[in-house]
């Protein structure tokens, strides 16, 4: 099941179909918190079930839970009932802590589970492609020396980041091969930190790192997807768009019918309804406002797939889900 050109037909003008970012909110039909839901195999491919299942959604997605690789590498996760998992505390603080930090196996924390989560969903939908996720290499990075104290070494220790990022840019890839032997039919790249660097820190610490794991993984019948959620993003297109992803996803935090206006017709951009002001605290009549309102602005690219502008979060209203997929519909 070729997600690329699903993709394509799904944003043909006058037949769009959304993808957004959905896959905690099962948590809330399958009776279970958030804690237990990212720590089962079993519970994850129900929960990419439900959303093939109940939803119009061009693919299923797998959760898209940025502390699994960090956790692999040993850094101390914060588990809650009703939020996703959160990395506290500093692995690397300076070259020689970047210099002894291993590539980890697989086996490792939660990523094999993760694995299994994909293999098991892929077995059971069968109508739809099932699209894994993981978090990208300057996020990753950031989670292993403190999203604060990165910014720091970039312009003081450039090379300690480097050395973080090669170490990283190692496991993703490895991570993605086996998300792909899984049977993924594609891999969503979720690189949230970079949005707030640069263009030019971007360029240096960022973009060489996702190209790497793009070029690695990705084929005629495995498409990348890229997702960068930042305000920055407009600033950085052209370096963005030579990264040769599948498709490009972009967060609420900017005006993405002038991305429309000034990207190539051979590109794919998705996003970006905003997953807490609308899918989470908005109203049907809201959500549905703000995406007719997206589809005036957008509807007429054939390079435009709706979404929202981030993963949709765990207590998000299902009636909210519902009336977006229902305004996209027409």
Not at 12 to 17: A, D, E, L
Not at 207 to 227: G, N
Request: proline share 5%; aromatic share 6%; net charge negative.
């Amino acid at each position: 099941m070729n997600i690329r050109s699903l993709l394509w037909d799904a944003a043909k003008v006058g037949s769009k179909r959304a993808l957004p970012i959905l896959s905690f909110p099962a948590a809330q039909k399958l009776g279970v918190c958030v804690e237990t839901l990212v720590k089962s195999a079993e519970l994850q491919a129900q929960a990419m079930e439900i959303i093939a299942r109940d939803t119009a959604t061009i693919a299923a997605v797998s959760l898209m839970d940025l502390s699994v690789e960090a956790e692999a590498f040993g850094a101390e996760v914060r588990f809650a009932e009703d939020e996703v998992p959160a990395i506290i505390g500093q692995m690397i603080s300076d070259e020689d802590d970047a210099n002894k930090l291993p590539v980890p196996e697989l086996a490792a924390g939660r990523a094999s589970l993760c694995v299994e989560a994909v293999r098991t969903a892929k077995q059971r939908i069968t109508d739809k492609p099932v699209l894994a996720g993981m978090i990208g290499p300057y996020s990753l990075a950031g989670r292993l020396c403190d999203v604060t104290e990165i910014m720091y070494l970039c312009f003081d220790e450039p090379e300690t980041v480097h050395i973080v990022l090669d170490k990283v840019t190692q496991y993703l890839i490895r991570y993605g091969q086996a998300m792909k032997a899984a049977g993924a039919d594609g891999l969503m790249i979720a690189e949230p930190l970079a949005g707030i660097l640069s263009p030019d820190m971007a360029e240096e610490f960022s973009m060489p790192y996702v190209k790497r794991i793009i070029d690695a993984l990705q084929d005629q019948d495995f498409a990348v997807i890229y997702h960068n959620c930042g305000n920055s993003v407009p600033q950085m297109l052209q370096a963005i768009y030579q990264l040769g992803a599948a498709a490009y996803h972009f967060g609420n935090a900017i005006d993405i019918e002038a991305v429309m206006r000034v990207t190539p017709s051979d590109i794919l951009v998705m996003g970006n309804i905003d997953p807490a002001g609308q899918f989470s605290s908005g109203t049907v009549d809201s959500i549905t406002s703000a995406t007719r309102e997206l589809l005036e602005k957008c509807g007429n690219f054939s390079n435009f797939v709706p979404s929202s502008g981030c993963d949709i979060p765990a207590h998000a209203k299902w009636e909210n889900i519902h009336a977006f997929f229902a305004a996209v519909e027409g």
